[in-house]
């Protein structure tokens, strides 16, 4: 059964951080193009961070840039959102996304991802 399960979210006070992890199992993410999504209450979900298959490319929306890293450790096939210097705008459901292996280019589209994690809550609030 091919799956992600993100883990790591929480509550956390303005200015911290936190790091997610989501853990594929089933295929590898090895060369596949992966991703973080966020969708907060009321509004689409939206991309935050991607890198694509070659690991030569990371890509990052304007609101985390600087703030956040998308990384990935192919030995435990797993991959991980450091977030630092959160902000209250930043809370939401955080998904991880994966491609099929034939594509190679990030996309911030949620309908080019094939696989998705079931979504952890980050919460920034004092």
């Known amino acids: 059964q091919l799956q992600l399960v993100e883990s790591g979210g929480g509550l956390v006070q303005p200015g911290g951080s936190l790091r997610l992890s989501c853990a594929a199992s089933?295929?590898?993410?090895?060369?596949?193009?992966i991703g973080w999504f966020r969708q907060a209450p009321g509004k689409e979900r939206e991309g935050v961070s991607c890198?694509?298959?070659?690991?030569?490319?990371?890509t990052y929306a304007d609101s985390v840039k600087g703030r956040f890293t998308i990384s990935r450790d192919n030995a435990k096939n797993t991959m991980y959102l450091q977030m630092i210097i959160l902000k209250p705008e930043d809370t939401a459901v955080y998904y991880c996304?994966?491609?099929?292996?034939?594509?190679?280019?990030?996309?911030?589209?949620?309908?080019?991802?094939?696989?998705w994690g079931q979504g952890t809550q980050v919460t920034v609030s004092s």
């Open positions: 996304a994966a491609r099929r292996r034939s594509a190679w280019r990030c996309s911030s589209g949620p309908g080019d991802y094939n696989y």
């Open positions: 089933g295929f590898t993410l090895d060369n596949r193009v």
């Open positions: 890198i694509s298959s070659s690991g030569s490319t990371t």
